[in-house]
């Protein structure tokens, strides 16, 4: 374990390098809170989000870098990082492995474990206020899992959604009850699928909906799985960041939930038909129903299984994150300036090759 120079922060924040991770830090220092940042590798990873932040023309000085792991008990910190964090109020988990094709135990470990890690880390903090966990908008769709999970219908989930999204869920069901034995303050926020800066477009993250993107500018997109009315829902990152930062501020019952997301999001065909438009690039010529190409070979369709559980024409509940962004004076982006942006932004970046 080591500590960066500087003093302890009060708030923290855990994957704290990551796409979502290092805006939050970015915005809680703008509005003058001192952050502890919590990342992976201590000082190399310290330095790199530090070398960000300051290209982004945010001032470091509030800023404190502990090396921790989220897989370990106690987040691997000795005592001496425990007491220099006794001030920390706000616990955020922005930490997690999000990659398609994961195994099961490699996504348990940080996607369920490491969360109930931070939950109970987060309990024996004397002057905690609330604990901020990221979770996912699908969460919706499964209705609410009790931890823990039988075994059998557990084995189900995983079989059916891949290991990705079914620990996502587990994690979202363990977080939940741990929090409540643990009489943690406890605000799960789920976003939609986040693309990038409002203003730059800039993201950093490449999978999902990005290499949709990228094979659509690749004339390699003929088709689309799902129907006219698939929603696949967007937030940008900046009022993401903005969103969580704020919520300490307004959520006080012992559990709160959010879904953040743009409303306004056009159905899937629409949204890569702005982009195609956009971009100048031919759009798919059809649309094939998700059951279709589940059945197809993936050599055929070259679309990742674990993809299709997140082409539905569901929609969300968004009304409490629309009360709270209220409160707090936030309201999203024009979203389809946003998607431009965004696709500029991945072309430009050629897609993170």
Known sequence: MTLSEGAAGEAMVLGATGFIGRWLVADLLERGRPVVAAVRGGGVRGGELRGWLREHGVDDQGLLVVDADITRPDLGLDDEARDRLK???????AAALFRFGLGR??????????AVNVVRWAAALPRLRRLVHVSGYRVASEGRLTHPVPAKELDALYRRLGAYEASKLEGDAAVRAVAREEKVPL????PATVIGDSVTGEAGQYIGLAEMVRDLWGGRLPALAGSRRTFVPVVTVDHLARFMAAVPEYDEEPYRAHWVLDDATPHLPDLVGLLARHLGVRPPRVTLPVGLVRRLPRALTGVEPETLSFLSEERYDTSSAGVLAGKAGLSHPPVEDALRR??????ADRFGA
């Not at 965004?342 to 072309?347: C, E, G, H, K």
């Open 105 to 114: 135990e490699e996504a348990r470990r940080a996607n369920v474990d490491g």
């Open 87 to 93: 001030a920390v109020r706000d616990v955020f988990n």
């Open 187 to 190: 605000t799960a926020v789920h």
């Open 342 to 347: 965004w696709a500029d932004r991945l072309v």
